[in-house]
């Protein structure tokens, strides 16, 4: 079992930046995909970004690509989310996700049923 704790974020004004943080504790040795994703409210959760324990490569959704930037630090079992530009309409929550898993060669879990952890999220607001 994992456990997922984010931090990080607030209240910012369009065009800032932020940095949300999540500390993993528990089974961590089972976290191979760790990502982030968002719920604004009357919207589904949205995948934004995640990065592979084992090589550390990166994927993110389309709204964010170039915006955004995920990172992890395996021993610390921390990963990272660098948010520049924000945009009003990035408000939301933001949960950081562990354990992600899918089918298929090559495949990139991205969907929330592919991760099994989940933190209790963090607030994310953007003024304009």
């Known amino acids: 079992q994992v456990q997922l704790v984010e931090s990080g974020g607030g209240l910012v004004q369009a065009g800032g930046s932020l940095r949300l943080s999540c500390a993993a504790s528990?089974?961590?040795?089972?976290?191979?995909?760790m990502g982030w994703f968002r719920q604004a409210p009357g919207k589904e959760r949205e995948f934004v970004a995640a990065?592979?324990?084992?090589?550390?490569?990166?994927y993110y959704a389309d709204s964010v690509k170039g915006r955004s930037t995920v990172s992890r630090d395996n021993a610390k079992n921390m990963v990272f989310l660098q948010m520049n530009s924000l945009k009003p309409e990035d408000t939301a929550v933001y949960y950081c996700?562990?354990?992600?898993?899918?089918?298929?060669?090559?495949?990139?879990?991205?969907?929330?049923?592919?991760?099994?952890?989940w933190g209790q999220g963090t607030q994310v607001t953007v003024s304009s």
């Open positions: 996700a562990a354990e992600g898993s899918c089918s298929g060669y090559g495949c990139l879990p991205r969907r929330p049923s592919d991760f099994r952890s």
């Open positions: 990065i592979r324990r084992s090589g550390g490569s990166t």
């Open positions: 528990g089974d961590t040795f089972i976290l191979s995909f």
